[in-house]
């Protein structure tokens, strides 16, 4: 079963979230504070990181940034409904998708089985634009001969738009097909991604060549 660590001060949070998981057959590792989350990490491997960002010592920021920068694992963020900063400061420390607190577990489990899907999805070829290579089959991305390390999320969103070169996705439909956010969801979640992986795959992200941002619409694959 996948491993979740969950990440929360709150420990009635965190003891009502971790049973609710147990429940849903996840395997659940808890931990109170950033340092003892940091070690969890490191020491279990899991699938997919709960992450509050209000933590005592090194905040929700900080340790997501670090685990970014180590791999791959999805971060799904846990944060208050009216703290927008704190949304825009998660998604581009690195979270995948986020939660907003108080969280109903039958939402967390949506979310983390969406989330886990994305880098499991079968795919059939492997193509070429330029120099950056997509294997849709073993689900890997090389640029210059070099594999990349990317998220489920930002892999996702990478095949979703090199499927069609050239076509022009809105966020929504982005949202629907990478996320599956089946409402009206929160653009920043794509804009914050795209951002993530521009500066995995392009040589110049401020003047993206493969993610092209087409305004007032939303994004496409640009023919190479």
Known sequence: MPRVLLIEDDHAVREGLQLAL????????????????????RAQAPDIVVLDLMLPGIDGFEVCRRIRAGGEVPIIMLTARSDD??????????????????VQPRVLD????????????EQTAKERHGSLEIDRQALVVAK?????G??????????????SPGQVFSRQQLLQAVW?????????????????????????????????????????????
């Open 85 to 102: 900063m704190d949304i825009v400061g998660g998604l581009e420390a690195g979270a995948d998708d986020y939660v907003v607190k108080p």
């Open 144 to 148: 210059d001969n070099r594999q990349v």
């Open 180 to 224: 599956e956010h089946d409402y009206l969801g929160d653009s920043r979640l794509v804009d914050a991604c795209v951002q993530r992986l521009r500066a995995k795959i392009e040589d110049r992200p401020a003047s993206p060549v493969y993610v092209q941002t087409v305004r007032g619409f939303g994004y496409r694959f640009g023919p190479v």
């Open 22 to 41: 147990r429940r849903q057959g996840y395997t659940v590792d808890a931990a109170a504070t950033g340092e003892l989350g940091l070690d969890a990490w």
């Open 110 to 121: 949506a979310r983390i089985r969406a989330v886990l899907r994305r880098g499991s999805s």
């Open 150 to 163: 990317l998220t489920p999320t930002e892999l996702r969103l990478l095949l979703e738009l090199s499927a």
